[in-house]
C-alpha cells in the first residue's frame, strides 16, 4: 500500500513540476493543483496509512486502534485553501489574458 501511495504521489509531483514549467498560464494552474494533491497525499502518508480504524479517540485506551486525527484535518484545510487560491487564479488568468489577448506566461505569443 506504502508503495502505490509513494508512486502516486511522484507520478502527481513529476506532472505537477512538467506542466509548471510550461509557457501557458492555464498548464502552470494546472500545475499547481497537482502539486498541492501531491502535498495533501504525502501529508495524509506521513500520519500513516491506517485502513479500517477511527479518525477521534473514543472511550477505549489503547491510542493504535485509531488513526491520527491532525493529518486529516491539515488535509481538509489545504484542501479549501487550494480551492480558493485556484479560484484567485483563474480570475487572474481571465483577466490577463482579456488584457494581453493571450496567455501566455512571458507574455508573448509563441510565434517566431
Do not use: C, K
Amino acid at each position: 500500500m506504502e508503495a502505490v501511495l509513494a508512486i502516486a504521489i511522484g507520478a502527481l509531483a513529476g506532472s505537477g513540476v512538467w506542466l509548471l514549467l510550461r509557457p501557458r498560464t492555464f498548464q502552470v494552474i494546472i500545475g499547481l493543483t497537482l502539486i498541492s494533491y501531491a502535498v495533501n497525499l504525502f501529508i495524509f502518508a506521513v500520519g500513516g496509512v491506517r485502513v479500517g480504524a477511527d479518525p477521534v479517540l473514543g472511550a477505549a485506551t489503547d491510542p493504535s486502534h485509531y488513526a491520527d486525527p491532525l493529518p486529516q484535518a491539515l488535509v481538509l484545510t489545504a484542501i479549501v485553501i487550494s480551492f480558493a487560491t485556484t479560484a484567485l487564479f483563474l480570475v487572474v488568468l481571465l483577466t490577463s489574458r482579456g488584457f494581453a489577448g493571450n496567455d501566455h506566461v512571458d507574455g508573448e505569443d509563441g510565434t517566431p
